[in-house]
Each structure stands twice: as structure tokens, then as C-alpha cells.
């Protein structure tokens, strides 16, 4: 099923720079380019999300937790431990929408959404902070642009109190870890992110010269790179203005299984890996769902048990 471009997600532009917090777990995973098969993957991304315009006038970790609605969060973001984030451009405002959404799946349906997740989320398009509340986005599950960085924010502030602390190469290189990175207690990979085994091809692609490549954003804004295999089996990469190229797309796998909606991420002739498509804690609870991080659920089932398959592409503009 081939779609047109989504509609521009309001307040987003691909120069919007993004701020997406991370737990403490969440961001050694992706410092140690640590790949938990069927479960986690270095290379890719989701979750609440604000503009860094909207949540940057902050003078500590502790401040930084409350403009994003954190607070109140203690079990993944405990006081005294600042905050990890995730920085990085938007590129594509079609992988983004408001947060609207519910405690409850029939609440999220009268707002005409799917998001379903626990407090503090409002589900009402912005934080849960006082005295003023901003804009938050959900973001799908998608690659990590090139580019995109792990900062850390020391619970109390003062000099020097925002620390980089990872850069992202590409999904075939990984995170690059900083000196800084030691220092706020993360561990860096001993070497390159891993490949998964049995994935299916899904994410940005590019069509050039009329032949289809995978792809990442970056590393800059308006460029992507897009990579292909040597004989020797070599990965290679090249840096492309998006529009060097015929098409620019993303695509993905989308399934049921007992009458959820699914994205396919790997299979087997017996089995299959499945992603729930949007955060909904109803549906992961009554399915007995594996938790695959913050607001993210996986489940490994018999093929067999599959609803139809629909290729989903849509054009990135």
C-alpha cells in the first residue's frame, strides 16, 4: 500500500531540533550499542518527544524532568539521577504526532487516537507541568538519524551541568561514546552496533537511479545517506542531498494479531517478531506483551497466527 506524503505534523519542521527523554537503562543500551534480539535495537527510537525550543530554558536535571511531565515518574526517572535525552533533528515531521490519547483505550478513541499509556501522560497534546505546560509529540518507532546525540543533564545544575555524551554514526556503525560518558556512569560499546538477524527491510529508503537503497537521515538537514553492500560484503555509504534522489520513502510491515495492530519486524517459517504499532498498556496487559523499553512492547508468536500483511510506504516530502 503505497500513500501519499503525511500531512505536516503542526509546530514541526525538518530543522525542528527534538528532545526525547530516555531513562537511565534506555541510554546505556544505546551507548553500549547493546542489541537484546527481538527486544531492542541500538539503531532505532520512539516515545514522548518535545522541541528543544519549548524545554530548554532549564538550569538542571531536576528541572528538565519537570518541564517534560516527569516528575511524577519516580520508577524510570528517580530525583537525584538528572536526565538523559536524546537530541536530534526532526527531519521528517511525518514520524511525528500530537499527543492526544487516554488512560484508556475508549477514552484515547473519543480524542480519535490510539495512544493509550499510564500517568503523568495528559494525552492532551502537552506535559504534565506546572506552572506551564508544552507541546509534546509522539514519535513512532524509526532509525535514529545520523547525527543525533545523548546528552546528560546533572540533577542540580551549575557550571559545565549538561554533558554530550554519545554521537550517532549510522545503523551500521552505532553510537560513539564520549569521554563523559564514563563520567555520568555509562559504559561505551567495546566495538560497532550489531546487526539483527531476521529483520525485514523497513524504515527510510531512497530510490536512486532508479534503484531502491535503505537509508538514514543526515547528517545534515535535507541530506540522508543511503548504503549498499560490496561484493565482499563491505556495507558502503554515500551522502545525498534528498533531492538528488528519484523518491524518498518510508516503509513498514503492518499486521494483527489477535486483532491488535502489529508492525512485522523479523520472521521465520515458524515465527514472527512483532512490535505493537501504537503504545497502548490495555492491549499489552490482556495480550501479556514483553515490555521492550519505555512505552514499547514486543511480542514473538507462530506465523501462523498472523492477520494479512500490508506493506505500508509512505513518501517523505
Known sequence: MTTPASTPTAGLSPRTVIQLPLTRTLAQQYVGNTLVP???????MWGLCSRMVDVARVDSGAEARAVHGLTDDAADFPEGDGLFVLRFLASWPGLFRASFGGATTEGAAR???????????????????????????????????????IWHLAEHGGAGYEQGVARYAGRHTGWHAFPTAAERGLTPAPGPAPTPADTLARGLGAVIQGDPYPADFG????????????PDGTMMSRHLAEAQCDDVFFRRLLTTWRGVPFELLAVTADAAT????????????????????????????????LGELTEETRRVG
Open 38 to 44: 527481538g527486544l531492542f535495537e541500538p539503531t532505532r
Open 111 to 149: 480524542l480519535d487516537s490510539s495512544l493509550v499509556l499510564p500517568d503523568p501522560f495528559l494525552g492532551t497534546g502537552y506535559t504534565k507541568y506546572a506552572p506551564a505546560a508544552v507541546p509534546e509529540y509522539w514519535l513512532e518507532l524509526s532509525e535514529i538519524p545520523i547525527g543525533a546525540e
Open 219 to 230: 547528517p545534515n538537514d535535507g541530506e540522508l545517506t543511503a548504503y549498499r553492500a560490496a
Open 274 to 305: 512483532l512490535a505493537l504499532a501504537d503504545p497502548n498498556t490495555e492491549h499489552a496487559a490482556a495480550l501479556s506483551l514483553t515490555p521492550a523499553g519505555r512505552h514499547a512492547w514486543r511480542a514473538h508468536v507462530p506465523r501462523a497466527e
